[in-house]
Nanobody, 124 residues
Framework: QVQLVESGGGLVQAGGSLRLSCAAS????????MGWFRQAPGKEREFVAG????????YYADSVKGRFTISRDNTKNTVYLQVDSLEPEDTAVYYC?????????????????WGQGTQVTVSS
């Protein structure tokens, strides 16, 4: 069982930055693939970024590539999402998720555990 708790969201002006964190419980954190997803009002949940178990492989949705950076610290059981050059279209609830597949995945159905989400609001 893995419990995930996100933090770091908030209200920011367009062009600003935030650092989202996701703290995980459990000793098996380093074996999980991790992902960040987001969901805006009236829209489906969408993939944002993924990272494999070691942090050696990362990948991103085209809409955030070059602006967002995912990373993890297995000694702290934490995964991060650095979000830069924010745009109003980035406004959403951001969720982190853990997958037993150590490679992670862009498909939300392949994740086994989810956090409660953290709100990111970008004003224009």
């Amino acid at each position: 069982q893995v419990q995930l708790v996100e933090s770091g969201g908030g209200l920011v002006q367009a062009g600003g930055s935030l650092r989202l964190s996701c703290a995980a419980s459990g000793r098996a954190f380093s074996t999980y693939g991790m992902g960040w997803f987001r969901q805006a009002p009236g829209k489906e949940r969408e993939f944002v970024a993924g990272i494999n178990w070691s942090g050696g492989f990362t990948y991103y949705a085209d809409s955030v590539k070059g602006r967002f950076t995912i990373s993890r610290d297995n000694t702290k059981n934490t995964v991060y999402l650095q979000v830069d050059s924010l745009e109003p279209e980035d406004t959403a609830v951001y969720y982190c998720a853990a997958a037993r597949d150590p490679a992670s995945s862009p498909n939300y159905r392949e994740y086994d555990y989810w956090g409660q989400g953290t709100q990111v609001t970008v004003s224009s």
